[in-house]
């Protein structure tokens, strides 16, 4: 209809006009003039109804048009990946896989060489690569990035885990160490990627070695003994950087770090001292990433205690150490320690619990999580595999039955009921029942099932005799019946449905299915 509008049409009720554009009279059908592929003069015009539309605009100006009304903002693509353990190839393999421009990692990336003690190394420290691995090496392929025999195909910001070598993480802050394309998210760096401000700060976080430097010889690196861990220095020193005290709107704070910040309260309180609008962690032991805001899963209130006790135990312990530690530290360092102080105990605003987002990020290599970022926010794209969810027949407990296996069969019991056993039995309530009698279990097998049979085992078969001889018993006010204990013969099948042992071994009995084919038939005509 837009388009016959802009055309000009005329509707069947409004009057027709002659080619000068004046109107022509009532019942008049012949315009003024015969124009080339008219009519000619006196030759009634059949009535076609509305005009057909003038031709659509040129291509061009078409496809001019459909951009500049449904032009879509353009995104760069940045992979978040967890728990590399030196298959440093993975990283590019996954980028490649989808797209992205950088990577970002959140700890245990394999900073290892081959200086390495092997006490650090082990299968949680190292992930060796599923097929083919040569040349892999015992602490995993940095050694050859740093040799450049293999190099990162895109930028890789990363921050050192809880499982790392404090010695080659030393080594990359002084610069001995380099790897093109690898850099380092710590507490006096940050990145600008995009529209993304990347803050990061490496290592477990924990209470007890706030203060305590292990074996770090620069700065305020913490570790020992292929462990790394966060200090209360560098909180203070990431607090207090320069581009955490520049902040401009047109940027998308980060904050990447090794643990959950959803769950630690100290992290929680430097978001909210950074100011960041995203937060990414490992969650490694989760089938899939995980993106969501405290609103969508807590309260404000929820989120606020939870402030408040990480405060409470952070205030508590720096009132101990206080005058220790500023004693023992340079000026410089005593405004770190301050800062740090001040920003771990800040309080959590509504605006951080509503709009803050929270990326949780799986170690499952058939999952890829990526941030999609805009001029005007961050975004994200992941995939996730099915969760296979089964719901099968509850099986029987092959660690039960193993345990019944075991029972010595002169010195045990069978104790039976018509109906089954209530919840909550209990072995204290089992043995009450046979002391009264004179008998002195000296041990109680209770079912996994109600319907199942309760053993007991006595210090002799005379004891175990006298417990079936026992009359008018009862268990949860319930008449039981006590036998003595059967097993199960060789010959029986155990349990499990297969053959028992001695029936495996003995292959001589066994008798051989009849052949098929002329052959037989012929055998069994002949006897």
Same mark, same amino acid.
């Given at each position: 209809?837009?388009?016959?509008?802009?055309?000009?049409?005329?509707?069947?009720?409004?009057?027709?006009?002659?080619?000068?554009?004046?109107?022509?009279?009532?019942?008049?059908?012949?315009?003024?003039?015969?124009?080339?592929?008219?009519?000619?003069?006196?030759?009634?015009?059949?009535?076609?109804?509305?005009?057909?539309?003038?031709?659509?605009?040129?291509?061009?100006?078409?496809?001019?048009?459909?951009?500049?009304?449904?032009?879509?903002?353009?995104?760069?693509?940045?992979?978040?990946?967890?728990?590399?353990?030196?298959?440093?190839?993975? +990283?590019?393999?996954?980028?490649?896989?989808?797209?992205?421009?950088?990577?970002?990692?959140?700890?245990?990336?394999?900073?290892?060489?081959?200086?390495?003690?092997?006490?650090?190394?082990?299968?949680?420290?190292?992930?060796?690569?599923?097929?083919?691995?040569?040349?892999?090496? *015992?602490?995993?392929?940095?050694?050859?990035?740093?040799?450049?025999?293999?190099?990162?195909?895109?930028?890789?910001?990363?921050?050192?885990?809880?499982?790392?070598?404090? *010695?080659?993480?030393?080594?990359?802050?002084?610069?001995?160490?380099?790897?093109?394309?690898?850099?380092?998210?710590?507490?006096?760096?940050?990145?600008?990627?995009?529209?993304?401000?990347?803050?990061?700060?490496?290592?477990?976080?924990?209470?007890?070695?706030?203060?305590?430097?292990?074996?770090?010889?620069?700065?305020?690196?913490?570790?020992?003994?292929?462990?790394?861990?966060?200090?209360?220095?560098?909180?203070?020193?990431?607090?207090?950087?320069?581009?955490?005290?520049?902040?401009?709107?047109?940027?998308?704070?980060?904050?990447?770090?090794?643990?959950?910040?959803?769950?630690?309260?100290? +992290?929680?309180?430097?978001?909210?001292?950074?100011?960041?609008?995203?937060?990414?962690?490992?969650?490694?032991?989760?089938?899939?990433?995980?993106?969501?805001?405290?609103?969508?899963?807590?309260?404000?209130?929820?989120?606020?205690?939870?402030?408040?006790?990480?405060?409470?135990?952070?205030?508590?312990?720096?009132?101990?150490?206080?005058?220790?530690?500023?004693?023992?530290?340079?000026?410089?360092?005593?405004?770190?320690?301050?800062?740090?102080?001040?920003?771990?105990?800040?309080?959590?605003?509504?605006?951080?619990?509503?709009?803050?987002?929270?990326?949780?990020?799986?170690?499952?290599?058939?999952?890829?999580?990526?941030?999609?970022?805009?001029?005007?926010?961050?975004?994200?794209?992941?995939?996730?595999?099915?969760?296979?969810? *089964?719901?099968?027949?509850?099986?029987?407990?092959?660690?039960?039955?193993?345990?019944?296996?075991?029972?010595?069969?002169?010195?045990?019991?069978?104790?039976?009921?018509?109906?089954?056993?209530?919840?909550?039995?209990?072995?204290?309530?089992? *043995?009450?029942?046979?002391?009264?009698?004179?008998?002195?279990?000296?041990?109680?097998?209770?079912?996994?099932?109600?319907?199942?049979?309760?053993?007991?085992?006595?210090?002799?078969?005379?004891?175990?005799?006298?417990?079936?001889?026992? =009359?008018?018993?009862?268990?949860?006010?319930?008449?039981?019946?006590?036998?003595?204990?059967?097993?199960?013969?060789?010959?029986?099948?155990?349990?499990?449905?297969?053959?028992?042992?001695?029936? =495996?071994?003995?292959?001589?009995?066994?008798?051989?299915?009849?052949?098929?084919?002329?052959?037989?038939?012929?055998?069994?005509?002949?006897?």
């Amino acid at each position: 209809a837009v388009a016959v509008a802009a055309a000009g049409a005329t509707s069947p009720q409004s009057p027709k006009r002659s080619d000068k554009g004046k109107p022509l009279a009532s019942g008049d059908t012949t315009p003024t003039k015969t124009a080339k592929g008219q009519p000619a003069a006196g030759t009634p015009k059949p009535d076609k109804g509305v005009q057909k539309p003038q031709q659509d605009k040129p291509q061009a100006a078409r496809q001019e048009r459909r951009t500049t009304d449904h032009a879509r903002p353009a995104f760069s693509r940045v992979l978040v990946v967890a728990d590399v353990r030196g298959n440093l190839s993975l +990283i590019n393999e996954l980028a490649s896989r989808a797209k992205a421009s950088a990577v970002i990692t959140t700890g245990n990336f394999g900073f290892y060489d081959d200086e390495t003690p092997n006490s650090f190394l082990d299968k949680r420290t190292v992930r060796k690569p599923k097929f083919g691995g040569k040349g892999f090496g *015992r602490c995993g392929e940095l050694p050859r990035f740093l040799r450049g025999e293999l190099k990162l195909n895109v930028p890789v910001y990363t921050v050192w885990g809880s499982q790392a070598d404090v *010695r080659v993480i030393c080594k990359f802050r002084t610069g001995e160490y380099s790897v093109p394309n690898l850099f380092i998210l710590d507490e006096l760096h940050s990145y600008k990627v995009g529209n993304l401000r990347l803050f990061g700060l490496g290592g477990a976080v924990d209470e007890v070695k706030l203060f305590d430097n292990g074996k770090g010889t620069v700065d305020a690196i913490a570790g020992k003994d292929g462990r790394m861990w966060t200090t209360l220095l560098q909180l203070g020193q990431l607090a207090t950087q320069p581009a955490a005290k520049q902040f401009s709107h047109d940027e998308t704070r980060v904050l990447v770090t090794h643990v959950r910040p959803s769950l630690n309260p100290l +992290i929680t309180s430097m978001a909210v001292a950074l100011k960041c609008d995203v937060t990414v962690g490992d969650n490694s032991p989760a089938p899939m990433s995980t993106w969501f805001n405290e609103a969508s899963v807590g309260t404000l209130r929820d989120i606020q205690y939870k402030a408040q006790s990480g405060k409470e135990d952070i205030l508590d312990l720096w009132s101990q150490v206080e005058e220790q530690v500023l004693s023992a530290c340079n000026p410089q360092d005593v405004v770190c320690l301050k800062a740090a102080v001040q920003a771990t105990t800040m309080p959590v605003p509504e605006r951080y619990f509503r709009f803050a987002w929270h990326l949780g990020v799986s170690s499952r290599r058939d999952m890829s999580a990526v941030l999609l970022v805009s001029e005007n926010g961050v975004g994200l794209d992941t995939f996730a595999p099915v969760i296979e969810v *089964r719901k099968s027949k509850p099986q029987p407990d092959r660690q039960w039955h193993a345990r019944v296996g075991k029972l010595r069969a002169h010195h045990t019991v069978v104790v039976s009921s018509d109906r089954d056993w209530a919840e909550g039995l209990s072995v204290g309530e089992v *043995r009450s029942v046979f002391l009264g009698a004179g008998c002195r279990p000296s041990f109680v097998l209770l079912p996994v099932t109600p319907s199942e049979h309760i053993y007991i085992e006595f210090e002799s078969p005379a004891v175990a005799k006298k417990a079936t001889h026992a =009359r008018n018993l009862t268990l949860q006010d319930m008449p039981i019946v006590v036998k003595p204990h059967k097993p199960r013969s060789d010959a029986d099948e155990d349990w499990r449905g297969a053959p028992s042992s001695s029936s =495996r071994g003995n292959t001589s009995r066994r008798r051989e299915p009849p052949r098929k084919g002329p052959s037989a038939h012929h055998q069994k005509g002949k006897g």
